[in-house]
């Protein structure tokens, strides 16, 4: 910048002049400090005035800031005004500086080579300095009162003239520092860094500047002026004290010592902010400078913005510099040196040093001679404080590690402070807790009271050990706080385990009281010696006592010398027997405590037990509360009823009902105190302000609190001056004092505000004083008469700083007892007098001063703090500042938390500040509700955010929260996944660095994840960890219950079980039954037996139930009956033959009882139990000797006994049996059998006979059914819809359409509702007017699709209106078009109503068609918010998207859609198995999960998808969690690929050994059904003896248990299952001896029925099933007559076998029909011409079967005309739905005379079956459909009528077919078009009809069919199968959803269709 030369001119005359003056004061000025004087200062600035005024008027001034900054930074290139102003500091600075030295050195001696006497006349120099302050101070404080005390009492004038003197002064103030105070802020800024998140998410703690100037940068208003004059007060006047740790008349605020967590505030040198050598400094967009610049702030002058452009051009280098410049300048000016010459050259850029803390020159010398101390008597406790501080590190050394030391010095009272000084330091604290911390010297003490500060001590440094004794013994527990000063430090036993023992119960004897094996006794802590008398003292007195030799070594140790007086009253006075167990219903019977004397020791223990109910009890039921405070043992009762926090603050509205409390009713004082402290507003203004609410109130002599409450929280009148408070002549009535006792309260306040009436009314009148019998009063009254005799002042003059306050009417909330007891100082009048002028102004000033300076005095205020601090930083003192501002700094973040929104703010407060904000609020113990707001924000943490902010917590604060979340985890309503996510991180990074932390954690042990609990930390031996798991196994996972025992295990390998003691199981608890069972299976009989009980209460594997079972059974032999009933349901496990032992004994009884009772629960036992031990009784042999109690006991057997015991009941037996037999489930046959006989003596003629059938519904005959009446067979309904999937289609047709036939069903929706799925649609056309008008009940039935779309049509032609509101159509939602859907998506497609729609699909009772679906995808696809929508489709909709849209999902959509199909795998399963693959496919690759081992973590993230993944990522499996898990693993789906490799892997050698030919008892158990993968010729090396008959059937039972899960329903399609049923059938003939048969091997097994039932009728050999005995085989003809997979040569021999024995197939009955089932098939055209087929049982038998040849339907068509006499135009819907596949024998000519009605109704199921029906025949069906009465013409069909006939539909005409349209194509099923024939199929269907096919429609089309189909229409065909993926693949895998066959040369095809596709044709992506 070029400069005028003019001022160029100027600014050179002015340095030369100021040269020049320099010069002549050097060569004038006196060496003489004494010479120097401000007059030589004051001339030569005077000179240079004239000379500066030339320069203000050019702008210099203005550009100042810029030219410092410059200077600063050290350029060479700031100008010549630059010069200028280093002139300046440099030539007129040193003088000033030397002025400034000369000052101070008159009051500093040498220091250096001085002698002790020296430094002693130093120390008295200095305290004759203080004296003469002090004097000075004195005397101004003096006439400060005097002043005071002559101010006219009416305080008007005072008021007037403060309050202009504040108005003016503030405004003046806030002008002159608004400038100055940025200036500061901005230096602030720059050398506090603040702490901010890194690119990892994490930050370093922050100190409370760094907390104060963010606060001052978000707008955090930390109203800190009040604490700011508290520390003003504190620093210069504070009051005397006497060092003293425990209250007392002197002492009336001891310190508190709580050392639980360190200061955030850090003391190291880098971090001091008056430190000038920084390089750490903050960066310029940290500052308030940035704002400026940037606009969103004005800056506040001209000069700040200059300073702020000229920081901004600076480098980080150059601000460095300029911070370290301006601090030494600073430094040189402020410091204390006495060593500052002449000859010193002030500059700019020299650094400076800073000061040491409370330095004291040759201070070891002087007075820090630590061997001395041991040996003087008395040791300065100044001299103790002094040492301290300047040899931190000596005195730790010498002091704090030298217990001897410690504890002399600590017998003064005045070094107290040293516990928490040696708590907080480096000293060795485990040494510590073992010198100070003698819980067991406590306990023999009891009359010593245990002091806070030592309680406090031990507390920080041995806070588990002590907590826990402290909760555990009730004595402990009275000792420590029967002292109301340890009464904060109170535990929270709630959280804290269950104590392990009551009265009356045996401890566990801990392993260190085995006194045998004490070998060095000296090693005998004293801790293990008081768990020993405490846990068994009366072997420690026989064993230890009374052993004089073993006593004497003990006592050898000084630390024992109290065990002898213990040992002698021991053997004196033996122990005692322990009581009865403690109840605590016996003791804690709180609502008698009013009416007798309580023992302390017993409320105590209730307190400790019963914590809730004792708050609720105790703590609010003031009147026994008092009672209780009657005995100072219960003082400690006052802080914790005191601080419970009441969290029922939404309740407010409801308790605070202020306009009901005007009335004179009573309030609950809990209400009432709930209002006063959640509510104070409204509380203060409509009672305190209210009198007659506050009459009433008052009525209530528990209400006397009101009175100072209103007093402290009164409100301005409307004279704007005058307060309302406490008024004497209102509340102090004297009078009545004589007979309404006041409480504490009202005696204080009437002796504070009316003390002379109160003088006069109670201290002269001696029995009045007497009544009132408080000791503080008679002190009073005493004083006050001796004060008045000898003198003549009033008693106004008693306590000048009361009558001040009094004087000047100001409401003051302080205790005056230290300012008003005699000899107290002038310092503490002054202290509580500014106080209360400070409380009094408060309101006031905030009218008086304007926003704007109120602003400015606020943060100057918050500047000065921070300065302070760091003040208090460098100068290593106290201030006074932390304790100060500690309450405001939490109130402000509270303030600030409720307020913000912006989480990312709030995370940096909660992550950067948490361990400050921790030490805040634990050294506060006040303002509980912040401490809860606090906490409560880190509940309210994004997902994203928890892993970080949690993890960098302090332990504290980890602790806070954990006990927060114990408190209000049902208010909190946190998801499973948040809770998850914070276990995981507690359990990952607080864990294991603090164990004890785990008995906190109890309440999050439930949202563990199976992998964070096994890698916890190894706390397998600890105590408390172990009750923890114990106590909450429980509630956990199987997953959870799993990871817990594999990590358990780490600690019990094999042989620690196999030498541990029989009481193992007992001693460990629940966690061993979830051991793995590698592991669990080394339990040897004798553990298991011991801890049968703990075995018992959890959930056992089959695995581990059956090894229990085999090895107690087969080990002992002479198990009584309480050991069976020990046993329970294991006893069913063991094998049969060590059961059969026991017959005969006393225990059979129980067994046989037990074992039944496994049957009745539904478990399926091994034949050989059934047969020989519960089906071999004398009473079976004759079964019409039963009684009907004894059959209602067999009642679950009688399926397994046959038809053929069945009929030999008579009726009386089973009508009286009823009861039991309806629960069981019976076959076909045999509750037909059943049904017949109940039947010929009950007659069905009340309406609820049929109801009482239970199961035995599904014996009765359909032609039954349909002669019943309406009423009886809705009467009937709720019970037979239980039982309905156990009727025939037959039966359920004939009960709807019954029913369906009255015009008053639509009433009676509420009972058809159960058989809605099984009524024709034709039924329900007919009633669609009537259902509309009933629509809301209509909308809450389970309608199927076809009946919905029908409703809706019919509604969308008459009552358009009332579907457009179709959110309310409930189950009929799933009858939605797709173009009524597309209206509602498109005219709102906001998430809100998005959502709202999934939500009504969601909720639909059956499958959602394939056309809706595809429409809702097309529709919600488009929408921006899809990604936020995935959950809300739900998981049917959600996997109807093509993969090529999955694919393309980010982590989040694709965890998301994992965890969807994990809760609800049935869409998942009703996928084709190559959708199946490709979608896991693709969810392995987003995850991260293709390469590498494949893990348990995600094997089980994946969960039933996890055996989907290729079979490349399956073969990677982690070996020992295959090991480890095969139990889970059986319950898995698996193709055939995957099986082969699951094998494989079962045999590596890694698995379960070298070779299977050793494979033993424990591995096959440990295998179980997945032997069947082993391939045959391995399966041959299997040891023989292994595989028996018992073992076989327990193989077939597990795989027949996992056919009937969810899994195994919907796993295996049908070559999968013969596969299978192939490998189950060698299995049992080759181990059977079936295929190696010789003339030396023995006669093959004849298998009984009870053995067919646990195995399969396929398994045996025709030779077997046919050597049956006839019995056997006639119960069994059922069983083998519907067996699938039964081959032709076992059909036809077994079928022999049956005319053997029941003779020709014409003698053949009804049951015997019904039963042979597949057998039937054997039967040739003649034969079945001869059947007499005349109910619908034998011919639904019939026509179940889809196997018959043509000649065979024919023949049996035929049959069932001639057998029931009817022609076809006879046969109503019942008939129909029996005949099923047999309707194909039937010509077309006679088709078309079916009944066209009859036929609509039994087409649902018709349309179902695969009908073997030519076109002509299907053709004429469709004529049936299309008659008048039916649905009418082809052209008005819709979708729903499409749905309704299925196959049929394939029937349809050409040019009918090829004329339908896309509704109507949707709704035909893809079974219909897979029937087909493939020319009409080519010839019906156009490319454009094709194209609209759905995926699944697309997937029927057989390998037949495309060969027929033209270029083009293959063409669309494959555009159709492709979305799926960006390339040609063929999903159409078999879908267990629908039944489809398609061939298996279809790939093949469409390869060869894909090859012929024009090379450079493109297909749209979608």
């Known amino acids: 910048m070029s400069w005028p030369t003019s001022l160029e001119t100027d600014i050179w005359t002015v340095i030369h002049q100021i040269h020049y003056l320099s010069g002549e004061n050097k060569n004038t000025r006196s060496t003489e400090t004494s010479a120097t004087g401000l007059n030589t200062y004051n001339d030569d600035l005077t000179d240079l005035d004239a000379a500066f005024q030339l320069l203000l008027s050019d702008g210099f001034m203005d550009d100042l800031p810029k030219t410092v900054v410059c200077i600063l930074s050290e350029r060479v290139d700031c100008g010549v005004e630059a010069e200028l102003t280093k002139t300046v500091f440099q030539e007129l600075g040193q003088p000033l500086l030397s002025f400034l030295s000369s000052l101070r050195s008159q009051t500093c001696a040498p220091l250096t080579d001085a002698s002790d006497a020296d430094l002693h006349r130093l120390v008295s120099a200095y305290l004759r300095l203080g004296e003469s302050g002090a004097a000075t101070l004195t005397s101004l404080q003096q006439l400060f009162l005097t002043i005071f005390e002559s101010f006219p009492r009416s305080g008007t004038f005072v008021n007037v003239v403060v309050d202009a003197a504040i108005t003016y002064v503030s405004n003046t103030i806030a002008a002159l520092i608004q400038v100055p105070m940025d200036y500061v802020k901005v230096a602030l800024q720059f050398g506090i860094r603040i702490p901010s998140l890194n690119e990892k998410e994490s930050c370093e703690q922050g100190n409370l500047k760094q907390l104060i100037i963010w606060g001052m940068n978000h707008n955090v208003s930390w109203s800190f002026t009040n604490s700011f004059i508290d520390i003003l007060l504190d620093t210069l006047m504070t009051p005397e004290q006497s060092l003293c740790t425990y209250p007392s008349p002197e002492c009336q605020n001891p310190p508190n010592l709580r050392h639980s967590l360190p200061e955030a505030d850090t003391y190291n040198s880098h971090d001091m902010l008056l430190r000038c050598d920084r390089q750490d400094l903050s960066e310029f967009n940290d500052t308030l400078c940035a704002e400026i610049l940037y606009g969103s702030r004005a800056p506040m002058s001209a000069s700040v913005l200059v300073l702020c452009e000229a920081l901004s051009s600076l480098s980080v280098r150059q601000v460095e510099l300029v911070w370290n410049n301006m601090c030494s300048v600073i430094q040189a000016f402020v410091t204390s040196d006495c060593n500052v010459g002449d000859t010193q050259r002030f500059s700019v850029s020299s650094p400076t040093s800073h000061r040491k803390a409370r330095e004291a020159p040759n201070l070891q010398q002087l007075v820090c001679n630590y061997n001395s101390w041991l040996e003087n008597q008395v040791v300065d406790a100044i001299l103790v404080s002094l040492c301290s501080d300047n040899e931190r590190e000596e005195f730790v050394k010498h002091v704090c590690n030298n217990a001897t030391l410690m504890r002399k010095l600590v017998s003064d009272r005045m070094n107290s402070w040293l516990y928490g000084y040696c708590a907080n330091s480096t000293a060795d604290h485990s040494y510590l807790a073992g010198q100070f911390c003698l819980y067991q010297l406590w306990i023999d003490q009891p009359t010593v009271s245990v002091e806070s500060h030592l309680l406090g001590f031990c507390m920080s440094l041995d806070s588990p050990r002590l907590t826990k004794l402290i909760c555990e013994d009730t004595s402990f527990f009275t000792l420590l706080f029967s002292n109301t000063e340890n009464v904060q430090f109170m535990p929270n036993c709630t959280v804290m385990p269950i104590p392990p023992q009551f009265p009356g119960t045996d401890p566990p004897l801990s392993q260190s009281c085995h006194y045998a094996e004490w070998q060095d006794v000296m090693q005998m802590t004293i801790d293990v010696l008081a768990q020993c008398i405490r846990n068994d003292p009366t072997d420690f007195a026989e064993k230890v006592c009374a052993n004089r030799t073993f006593l004497n070594r003990l006592l050898r140790n000084e630390d024992n010398v109290w065990l002898e007086d213990h040992c002698s009253t021991a053997l004196i006075f033996p122990p005692t027997p322990a009581p009865e167990t403690f109840h605590i219903l016996d003791w804690c019977d709180y609502h008698s405590w009013v009416n007798r004397l309580v023992d302390d020791s017993v409320v105590a223990l209730c307190w400790q037990q019963d914590q809730l109910t004792f708050q609720k009890n105790v703590c609010f039921e003031a009147a026994l509360l008092r009672k209780l405070f009657q005995n100072p043992q219960n003082s400690w009762l006052k802080t914790v009823c005191v601080d419970k926090e009441i969290e029922e603050i939404e309740s407010i509205p409801q308790v605070c009902k202020y306009s009901e409390w005007a009335h004179p009713i009573i309030v609950d004082i809990t209400e009432l105190a709930l209002c006063a402290e959640r509510d104070p507003k409204n509380f203060a203004s409509k009672v305190c302000s209210n009198e007659t609410v506050l009459q009433n109130m008052m009525a209530n002599q528990d209400n006397t609190w009101l009175i100072k409450y209103c007093a402290n929280h009164s409100i301005l009148g409307e004279d704007e001056g005058e307060k309302i408070g406490f008024c004497p002549a209102e509340w102090c009535q004297y009078s009545t004092w004589s007979t309404s006792f006041p409480d504490t309260v009202l005696l204080t306040l009437c002796w504070e505000h009316d003390q002379s009436n109160f003088v006069t009314s109670i201290c002269s009148n001696p029995s009045l004083l007497y009544m009132i019998d408080h000791e503080w009063v008679s002190t009073m009254c005493a004083t006050y008469t001796n004060h008045s005799t000898s003198s003549n002042k009033t008693s106004e003059d008693l306590c000048l700083a009361k009558q001040l306050v ?445 109801k009482e059938l239970g199961s035995i519904i599904a014996g009765v005959k359909t032609e039954t059914l349909l002669t019943l009446t309406s009423d009886r067979l809705l009467s009937s309904l709720p019970d037979m819809a239980q039982h309905s999937s156990g009727l025939h289609p037959a039966q359920a047709n004939a009960i709807a359409t019954k029913l369906w036939g009255y015009p008053e069903v639509i009433f009676w929706l509420d009972h058809v509702d159960p058989l809605l799925c099984c009524t024709p649609l034709l039924s329900i056309l007919a009633r669609t007017h009537l259902l509309m008008d009933n629509i809301s009940s209509s909308a809450t039935k389970k309608w199927n699709v076809q009946q919905a779309k029908a409703i809706l049509k019919s509604m969308w032609n008459t009552k358009s209106n009332l579907i457009k509101d179709f959110l309310n159509l409930g189950m009929l939602g799933q009858g939605l078009s797709c173009q009524v859907l597309q209206q509602h998506l498109r005219a709102d497609n906001s998430p809100a109503a998005l959502r709202k729609i999934l939500a009504l699909l969601r909720q639909q009772p059956r499958p959602l068609h394939t056309s809706l679906k595809r429409c809702v995808i097309e529709e919600v696809y488009k929408s921006e918010f899809f990604s936020e929508l995935l959950e809300d489709l739900g998981v049917e909709i959600a996997l109807y998207m093509p993969v090529s849209t999955i694919k393309q999902f980010p982590f989040g959509l694709m965890d998301t859609l994992q965890k969807m199909i994990i809760e609800d795998p049935v869409p998942f399963f009703m996928m084709s198995k190559i959708e199946q693959q490709l979608l896991v496919d693709k969810m392995v690759q987003k995850l991260g999960m293709h390469t590498g081992v494949y893990t348990e973590e995600e094997f089980r993230s994946l969960d039933i998808m996890a055996t989907f993944v290729s079979e490349e990522i399956l073969v990677q499996l982690d070996r020992t969690f295959l090991v480890d898990n095969l139990d889970f693993l059986q319950t898995l789906c698996y193709s055939s690929t995957k099986i082969d490799i699951v094998a494989q892997m079962l045999m590596e050698v890694v698995v379960f050994g070298p070779a299977v030919e050793n494979w033993n008892q424990t591995t096959l158990s440990q295998i179980g059904r997945f032997i069947f993968f082993l391939p045959q010729d391995r399966l041959q090396d299997i040891s023989l003896g292994l595989m028996t008959a018992g073992r076989i059937e327990k193989l077939f039972m597990s795989q027949r248990q996992w056919e009937r899960s969810l899994v195994g329903l919907h796993c295996l399609d049908e070559a999968e299952k013969r596969r299978l049923a192939e490998k189950q059938q060698f299995v049992l003939q080759f181990f059977l001896g079936f295929l190696k048969i010789t003339s030396l091997s023995p006669a093959s097994m004849v298998p009984t029925c009870e053995i067919l039932h646990t195995t399969a009728p396929f398994a045996w050999t025709s030779n077997s099933l046919t050597s049956m005995s006839s019995s056997a085989f006639t119960n069994c003809l059922e069983l083998i007559g519907h067996d699938p997979f039964l081959t032709l040569y076992q059909r036809s021999q077994v079928f022999k076998k049956v005319k053997q024995m029941f003779g020709p197939v014409s003698s053949f009955s009804q049951s015997i029909i019904s039963q042979m089932g597949r057998l039937s098939l054997e039967m040739l055209p003649e034969e079945i011409s001869m059947l007499r087929m005349t109910e619908m049982s034998s011919i639904a038998t019939m026509g179940a079967i889809s196997e018959w040849s043509n000649k065979q339907l024919v023949a049996l068509f035929t049959t069932m005309l001639n057998s029931t006499k009817l022609n076809p135009s006879q046969l109503d819907s019942s008939t129909l739905v029996a005949v099923g596949y047999i309707v194909c024998g039937a010509k077309a000519t006679e088709m078309s005379s079916f009944n066209a009605v009859e036929f609509s109704k039994a087409v649902l199921w018709l349309g179902q079956l695969r009908l073997a029906c030519s076109e002509e025949q299907l053709s004429a069906l469709v004529g049936l459909l299309t008659h008048s009465l039916a649905f009418g013409p082809i052209s008005s069909w819709g979708m729903e009528v499409f749905i309704e006939i299925g196959v049929i539909a394939a029937g349809l005409p050409d040019i009918v077919m090829s004329a339908l349209g896309k509704e109507q194509i949707d709704g035909i099923t893809p079974m219909a078009i897979s029937m087909i024939p493939p020319d009409k199929f080519a010839v019906v269907f156009h490319q454009r009809q094709i194209s609209m096919f759905s995926h699944e429609q697309a997937g029927a089309v057989t390998a037949e069919q495309i060969s027929a189909l033209s270029y083009v229409q293959r063409t669309a065909l494959f555009m159709v199968l492709m979305p799926w993926e960006d390339r040609h693949v063929d999903f159409r895998g078999r879908s267990q959803g629908l039944t489809l066959n398609p061939s298996s040369l279809y790939l093949i095809l469409a390869l060869l269709m894909v090859l012929m596709v024009q090379p450079n044709l493109k297909y749209p992506a979608t």
């Not at 096994?1014 to 997953?1039: A, F």
């Not at 009688?1198 to 069945?1206: D, Q």
Request: some cysteine.
């Open 806 to 1250: 009094r004087h000047f009417n100001w409401t003051c909330p302080v205790d005056f007892t230290a300012a008003c007891h005699p000899g107290a100082s002038q310092d503490t009048v002054m202290h509580l007098i500014i106080h209360c002028w400070a409380d009094s102004l408060r309101s006031r000033i905030e009218h008086l001063v304007t926003p704007s300076a109120a602003a400015v005095l606020e943060q100057a205020v918050t500047t000065s703090v921070v300065v302070l601090l760091a003040i208090e930083e460098i100068q290593n003192t106290s201030l006074h500042v932390t304790k100060n501002i500690r309450i405001n700094v939490l109130d402000a973040v509270v303030r600030y938390l409720k307020r913000e929104n912006n989480f990312d703010k709030k995370r940096v407060l909660l992550q950067c500040f948490g361990t400050l904000l921790t030490s805040l609020m634990e050294t506060a113990r006040v303002g509980t509700n912040n401490v809860s707001v606090i906490i409560k924000e880190y509940f309210t943490i994004p997902l994203a955010g928890l892993q970080s902010v949690l993890s960098t917590a302090h332990i504290t604060t980890v602790r806070l929260i954990l006990q927060y979340y114990a408190t209000n985890k049902h208010t909190l309503k946190l998801t499973d996944k948040y809770l998850s996510t914070l276990t995981s991180v507690l359990f990952q990074s607080h864990l294991a660095k603090d164990g004890s932390l785990f008995s906190e954690l109890a309440p999050l042990l439930e949202a563990a994840s199976p992998n964070d609990i096994i890698r916890m930390p190894s706390l397998q031996n600890n105590l408390d960890v172990r009750k923890t798991i114990n106590s909450n196994l429980g509630q956990m996972s199987v997953n959870q219950q799993r990871a817990f025992g594999l990590w358990y295990s780490k600690i019990l390998p094999p042989s620690s079980i196999t030498e541990a003691h029989q009481s193992l199981i007992r001693e460990h608890g629940n966690v061993i039954a979830h051991l793995p069972f590698h592991t669990f299976r080394h339990l040897f009989p004798a553990q298991l037996l011991d801890g049968l009980d703990v075995l018992q209460r959890n959930n056992l594997t089959s695995l581990k139930q059956e090894f229990v079972a085999q090895s107690i059974i087969g080990t002992y032999k002479n198990l009584t009956s309480h050991d069976f009933i020990r046993l329970g349901s294991l006893s069913c496990l063991a094998e049969p033959s060590d059961l059969m032992s026991y017959n005969g004994s006393e225990a059979f009884k129980v067994m046989w009882e037990v074992i039944m009772n496994c049957s009745n629960d539904g478990l399926t036992l091994p034949s050989h139990l059934t047969s020989s031990l519960l089906l071999n009784i004398p009473e079976l042999k004759i079964p019409s000797s039963l009684s009907p109690n004894k059959l209602a006991d067999i009642a679950n057997l009688l399926p397994f006994v046959g038809a053929t015991f069945l009929l030999d009941l008579s009726p009386s037996q089973l009508l009286a049996a009823l009861p039991a037999l309806k629960a069981v489930s019976f076959s076909p046959a045999q509750a037909s059998i059943i049904f017949d006989k109940l039947s010929s003596i009950n007659t069905l003629s009340n309406p609820g006979s049929l």
